[in-house]
């Protein structure tokens, strides 16, 4: 089964800092690195590190070349990835000395993906293929509605958050992961809990507490604890969690086991520097002792 992922590929510029700047603050650098990054990318890393077959969907610009490079390093299919004339999306992120991070982003070629092109390319997913998407690039709904009629399973990231882009792709998602703060705003933003959103699966993720999976049919609700970790940069850590856990779904695990495989893979992450450059591979996160 493939993983079909319409995402976002950015450049990202790192940023050391004592501290995230203050509005109005000027404040030098401890350091500066450059790496892959965009929540699209950083997922398409994690399904493919561990073991997912992962064709990408998405655009880079002319400055891209060593994301895609790097990105087919990580065993993601980019055949289908647009190579545009403009910028590259990039990321100016600040981590700060407690793993804190702000992220400003330009979303160049990602938000001018050729919706034909995409179109054609999921044309050639099969039935029980799985599809996801987030929200850094354009075409989420139009995409998510051709894949959930094609028959694949459709998983939504809620990320970056925004309201109105998850209310429009709902009807066609058979999964949404959200963070605990977006779950709020969704709440609130459609005047019910998650527990009643008509998907039959919503995992929201806790940070350092873990997750919780509901089965909105029964509203079951299932917790899910995340090992202890020191944190050094949390960048990547929610994309890299939704990659292990719709991988670890495309190869038949149950999702109890996903979801425990994800949130150590999202805790070895959280220990390292940098986004898709610090995914771990599978190996690594079942020898890890967390
Ligand atoms: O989720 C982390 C990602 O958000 C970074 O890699 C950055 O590029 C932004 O898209
Ligand atoms: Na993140």
Redesign the pocket.
């Given at each position: 089964m493939t993983l079909w992922n319409l995402g976002?590929i950015?450049?990202?510029h790192v940023y050391a800092v004592p501290h995230i700047p203050a509005p109005g603050e000027t404040l030098a650098a401890t350091g500066l690195s450059r790496?892959?990054?965009?929540?699209?990318?950083?997922m398409s890393v994690a399904m493919a590190r561990a073991g997912g077959r992962v064709a990408h969907l998405g655009a880079v610009g002319a400055d891209g070349g060593w994301m895609l490079e790097r990105l087919e390093g990580y065993g993601v299919d980019c055949a289908h990835v647009q190579r545009h004339d403009g910028p590259s999306?990039?990321?100016i992120?600040t981590v700060d000395a407690a793993a804190e991070n702000a992220?400003t982003?330009w979303p160049g070629a990602n938000r001018e993906i050729d919706p034909e092109a995409v179109k054609r390319a999921l044309e050639r997913a099969e039935r029980g293929d799985l599809f996801v998407t987030q929200n850094?690039t354009s075409l989420q709904v139009e995409a998510a509605a051709q894949a959930h009629a094609q028959g694949l399973t459709v998983a939504y990231a809620a990320?970056?958050f925004d309201a109105d882009a998850v209310r429009a792709v709902l009807p066609h998602l058979d999964l949404l992961v959200l963070n605990e703060i977006e779950a709020q705003q969704l709440a609130q933003a459609l005047g019910q809990p998650v527990e009643a959103l008509p998907v039959p699966n919503v995992v929201v993720t806790l940070g350092a507490k873990g997750c919780d999976w509901i089965e909105t049919a029964s509203g079951a609700r299932h917790h899910v604890d995340a090992p202890r970790v020191e944190a050094v940069d949390t960048?990547?850590?929610?994309?890299t969690f939704t990659g292990y856990l719709l991988a670890g779904l495309s190869q038949g695990l149950a999702m109890p086991e996903a979801l425990a495989r994800a949130t150590r893979a999202a805790a070895l992450k959280v220990g390292r520097h940098g986004?898709?450059d610090a995914i771990p591979t599978l190996e690594e996160v079942e020898r890890a002792a967390l």
């Open positions: 976002s950015n450049a990202d790496g892959l990054g965009g929540k699209g990318a950083n999306g990039h990321a992120i992220i982003i850094e990320a970056p960048t990547g850590a929610g994309d986004a898709a």
